[in-house]
């Protein structure tokens, strides 16, 4: 053997003992002492290089470095930082850690560190509870959905509404998930609050970007809502009272470090409250109106690896109208059940999750007049199930599963009757259709540099009897009917959704990430007001209704500065959908009267394309973020607007949003949030003639007009009251310390400082007369919320 050739050898086998020692593993659980339940989401990392990752949602990490000596960095929100010396040789490495929670307000922490850097997903925000609870809340109610709608790309429905738009989608475009469950209706008080529960709720994620492949059914985005597990160790609860609701957590062991329960509930007391100033004898009296909201979910350590949780949701509005003057009176009632029981089980490289779901969306209104009574109904009942399996082989983090529904659907059914006499108002309407598909998602690194998700998802839908198709004309008027029997297949759907996203690392502190996705969405939201309401109808796809089919493609640079302290990024979208649904112009909710809603229905095409910036501040007393959207959103309709394109409803040029938040000391921190918004697209009238006395308006080009801009500035103030007690020995006179059982502190906020009168809606008034010339017609705005100040009490112990 030639000199040569031996060089050449030794250089192979060098080369992959070295490329096997950077195979090197390092994994683990993360937990919080006490109570052992595990940390989603928290930051683990080596130092020096910064080589690491982020908790999954069971608390485990699991990661490659090269060998050498280093430091173990974990940290969590609100806990003590940990930091374990380690020496990295030729075998994998193996630990159980356990985090303190911090006693004391000032907290500096790392969570989340480099993973907007380094992370392969693109255009996700991950919130956590301590974030949302610091920033100013409106009347006291700290709400998750409104927090989401500060950050660049989510747009707001308007003052004081919890809807929201993300990147150019419309509202039912969001999949809002609960413990895995969805939520059809996250809206409390008209969607002035949203029904999640801040104490109840752990942790809440966005993805607005790439959407991973085991993610479907909608075009926009992913809100993935997580319950709090309760505490395996001890018996303890929260709460809090505010000026129009009150709160209550409890949670504790069933069985000491087995098994877990934790139980929420809210209510508001604005009909209590309202009831003394409100005179039997006037318009209102007799009148109500309060939500309220029950969290609930036990979770038990089978062993072996293996766990099983139950959660369940029940939320319900209820408002009464009673008019003694008129003998007029209405209930509306709307609310949502939600079931999710989940197994899982973990082996060395792999984890099953099986998930089982049931969840619920109904809507009642009556109203009585001296014998005539008229009742409406709707809702939509989901049955799911879901397995998924992870495998980490190698470099890759493989998910593979399937996801089952069956969808049973009725909009806008009516009854109506006056004494003894029923009206015919047509055969109940009623949709039954399956939902399926079957994804596998791969996440895996070709280089230290380039990192890759791909992902294909193969989703189907089918809507099945029993049916009753109504044929009609143009003008609506039936011509024939076509029945299905029970079980018979009407219309069959399928598409492929492929997904790919991919990262590549310029250095330390910057990176950039390209993604595209394709979703078919099935079930669709038609409303006949631009404001997000109860009465708003969904429908399945059908013979008439085809599925809605977007297509985003985004890329982002992204990069850190000051040793990670401060987080920046710019993205930018593209996203193009097809078979969007809107009511056809001039249709009644009565249309729906002896015919099917799907044929009330017209179909179209959108786009959206936009621009985002975004600055984060993590570290130090003083933390926030300055967020900006620039975005365009189109819509183009054959049978609106004369066949041409038009803004959407809720496209908005301009969006700004400044988020502070500041830690004095162990008592008081401040925060506040100012946003700005260019005014939402609207029809407004030209011109109006009298024809036969009756005043008849002269519309323009649909969503040719603007409302003003929208801009308000909230600011909050927290004192945490000293959670230790102290007195004076009597015999040695030195100080005792002692923690108080319950802890407190106070919230004191003011929405909307500078008293700004945003616009909720517009009508149009009429004055003076046409024979004299001094006839004028105006438009006149609506406003909701002049400053309110609010104070809030919480307490735990």
């Known amino acids: 053997m030639k000199f040569s050739q031996l060089l050449i050898i030794l250089s192979v086998l060098l080369s992959y003992t070295a490329y096997t020692q950077e195979e090197i593993t390092i994994q683990g659980t993360v937990r919080e002492a006490g109570s052992g339940n595990t940390l989603p989401g928290a930051s683990v990392y080596l130092e020096p290089g910064l080589k690491g990752t982020v908790t999954d949602v069971e608390g485990k990490f699991k990661f490659k470095a090269k060998p050498g000596k280093y430091t173990l960095n974990v940290s969590f929100i609100g806990y003590e930082k940990y930091q374990q010396p380690i020496k990295i040789k030729d075998q994998n490495l193996s630990f159980q850690v356990e985090l303190q929670i911090i006693t004391l307000t000032t907290v500096e922490v790392e969570a989340d560190r480099n993973v907007n850097l380094d992370g392969v997903q693109l255009g996700v925000e991950k919130l956590e509870m301590e974030t949302i609870e610091a920033l100013p809340a409106f009347l006291g109610e700290v709400d998750l959905l409104k927090t989401l709608q500060l950050l660049p790309g989510i747009q707001s429905a308007g003052e004081g509404n919890s809807g929201f738009y993300v990147r150019g989608g419309g509202p039912d475009q969001n999949l809002i998930l609960l413990d895995k469950t969805p939520v059809y209706n996250a809206s409390h008080l008209l969607g002035f609050f949203s029904v999640f529960n801040s104490d109840a709720v752990d942790e809440v994620e966005l993805i607005k970007g790439g959407m991973p492949a085991q993610y479907g059914e909608r075009l926009a985005s992913v809100i993935d809502v997580k319950q709090r597990q309760g505490s395996k160790e001890t018996f303890k609860g929260k709460g809090g009272i505010g000026l129009i609701s009150s709160r209550l957590t409890l949670e504790g062991p069933i069985s000491k470090g087995k098994s877990s329960f934790i139980i929420s509930g809210r209510r508001t007391y604005i009909d209590v409250l309202a009831r003394p100033f409100i005179p039997e004898d006037s318009d209102f009296g007799g009148s109500q109106y309060y939500f309220y909201d029950l969290n609930g979910r036990v979770d038990w350590d089978l ?23 008129s003998e007029f009176k209405t209930r509306i009632q709307w609310g949502n059940r939600l079931l999710s029981g989940g197994y899982q089980k973990i082996w060395k490289n792999a984890v099953l999750d099986v998930n089982a779901g049931f969840t619920q969306y109904k809507f009642n209104f009556l109203g009585q007049q001296d014998d005539f009574e008229l009742e409406v109904n709707s809702d939509i009942t989901d049955y799911r199930f879901h397995p998924e399996l992870t495998l980490d082989w190698n470099k890759h983090l493989i998910k593979v599963g399937a996801t089952y529904i069956f969808h049973d659907i009725s909009p806008n059914n009516s009854r109506a009757e006056q004494g003894e006499t029923n009206f015919d108002l047509g055969e109940q309407q009623q949709f039954y259709s399956h939902e399926g598909a079957i994804y596998i998602n791969d996440e895996f690194t070709i280089t230290d540099d380039l990192a890759v998700q ?80 109860p009465t708003d109808v969904w429908l399945p796809s059908t013979d008439i209704v085809r599925p809605q089919l977007g297509r985003q493609y985004s890329a982002g640079y992204f990069r850190t500065f000051f040793n990670g302290k401060l987080e920046t990024s710019v993205e930018v979208y593209y996203k193009d959908m097809e078979n969007l649904v809107e009511y056809k112009e001039n249709t009644q909710p009565s249309d729906g009267v002896g015919n099917n809603e799907d044929n009330l229905l017209t179909f179209g095409d959108g786009r959206s394309y936009g621009i985002e910036f975004f600055i984060k501040k993590k570290l130090g007393k003083t933390t926030g973020w300055i967020g900006y959207t620039w975005s365009k959103a189109e819509r183009q309709f054959d049978e609106l607007n004369n066949g041409n394109t038009f803004f959407a409803t809720f496209d908005r040029r301009h969006d700004i949003s400044l988020v502070f938040v500041h830690q004095f000391n162990e008592k008081w921190s401040v925060s506040s949030n100012f946003v700005f918004g260019s005014g939402q697209a609207i029809t407004l009238p030209e011109q109006g003639y009298f024809i036969e006395n009756r005043l008849v308006y002269d519309y323009g080009p649909r969503n040719s007009s603007r409302m003003r801009d929208y801009h308000r500035l909230d600011l909050s103030a927290t004192l945490k009251v000293d959670p230790i007690r102290r007195s004076h020995d009597p015999v040695t006179g030195e100080i005792i310390e002692k923690q108080k059982r319950i802890q407190t502190k106070w919230v004191f906020s003011i929405y909307n400082v500078y008293n700004r009168l945003n616009p909720y809606f517009y009508y149009f008034d009429n004055e003076g007369r046409v024979a004299d010339n001094t006839f004028n017609i105006s438009a006149k705005q609506v406003s909701l919320f002049p400053i309110l100040p609010s104070v809030t009490w919480n307490f735990s112990f």
């Open 303 to 325: 062993g072996n690896n293996s766990r099983f949780y139950l959660s369940g949701y029940l939320g319900d509005d209820a408002f009464d109208f009673n008019s003694p003057e």
């Open 454 to 533: 791909a992902g294909l998802r193969f989703s189907f839908f089918s809507h099945v009897g029993p049916f009753t198709r109504y044929i009609v004309d143009e003008r609506g008027a039936n011509l024939d009917t076509i029945s299905y029997a029970s079980g018979e297949r009407i219309r069959t759907y399928f598409g492929w959704e492929p997904r790919i996203i991919a990262r590549y690392r310029l250095n330390e502190k910057s990176s950039v990430k390209a993604s595209f996705t394709q979703n078919y969405q099935y079930v669709h939201l038609a409303n006949l007001s631009p404001l997000a309401l």
